[in-house]
T-cell receptor, first 113, second 116 residues
Framework: DSGVTQTPKHLITATGQRVTLRCSPRSGDLSVYWYQQSLDQGLQFLIQYYNGEERAKGNILERFSAQQFPDLHSELNLSSLELGDSALYFC????????????FGEGSRLTVL | AQKVTQAQTEISVVEKEDVTLDCVYETRDTTYYLFWYKQPPSGELVFLIRRNSFDEQNEISGRYSWNFQKSTSSFNFTITASQVVDSAVYFCALSEAYTNAGKSTFGDGTTLTVKP
């Protein structure tokens, strides 16, 4: 158990819909990262927050957004969903932005029908 | 741009065999980190090791060992006396050191199957 909690574990929705994925980092970790794992693109970095502020951005679509709240939990919002958004979305946390060691949650598997 | 190549898509071995997973990387950063992660069938990614670009010492942890060679841009992972529980997908990853250390570029993974 990494200490990172993600909800929901599974989510099935329709095209055009909007969903929110939630992540609680390990106790004491200030950085939260979102990664997408899909069959065609592999593991892709989406976005990082550090202590409430956006720190780094990767290949995140404009339809996707994220935020980190004062209690350090984070949410990833996915809107206008398309079939190609079906993937496993991982949240990871680390104590800071410098060590690079990521502790991943179990992921949220999103299926868009 | 950073790139990680894991040329071996799938490897199958019999229990107690040694197995090496290859990782080759490309980066223009002068300081960087290399990682290995394990993704068992249950799905979560588990951190195994981080190596700094300025530290080329090989590392051993139990049955696991890592061989970092900067001259060939490789960071290979060897499992000695493999066990069925080692069956998983293994990912090699690369990130810029310090500032964006958690923004990792992952390889496509190597699926290791250890048969009894």
């Amino acid at each position: 158990d990494s200490g990172v909690t993600q909800t929901p574990k599974h989510l099935i929705t329709a095209t055009g819909q909007r969903v929110t994925l939630r992540c609680s980092p390990r106790s004491g970790d200030l950085s939260v990262y979102w990664y997408q794992q899909s069959l065609d693109q592999g593991l892709q970095f989406l976005i990082q927050y550090y202590n409430g502020e956006e720190r780094a951005k990767g290949n995140i679509l404009e339809r996707f957004s994220a935020q980190q709240f004062p209690d350090l939990h984070s949410e990833l919002n996915l809107s206008s969903l398309e079939l190609g958004d079906s993937a496993l979305y991982f949240c990871a946390s680390s104590v800071d932005s410098y060590t690079g060691e990521l502790f991943f949650g179990e992921g949220s598997r999103l299926t868009v029908l | 741009a950073q790139k990680v190549t894991q040329a071996q898509t799938e490897i199958s071995v019999v229990e107690k065999e040694d197995v090496t997973l290859d990782c080759v990387y490309e980066t223009r950063d002068t300081t960087y980190y290399l990682f290995w992660y394990k993704q068992p069938p249950s799905g979560e990614l588990v951190f195994l090791i981080r190596r700094n670009s300025f530290d080329e010492q090989n590392e051993i942890s139990g049955r696991y060992s890592w061989n970092f060679q900067k001259s060939t841009s490789s960071f290979n992972f060897t499992i000695t006396a493999s066990q069925v529980v080692d069956s998983a997908v293994y990912f090699c990853a690369l990130s810029e050191a310090y500032t964006n250390a958690g923004k990792s570029t992952f390889g496509d993974g190597t699926t290791l199957t250890v048969k009894p």
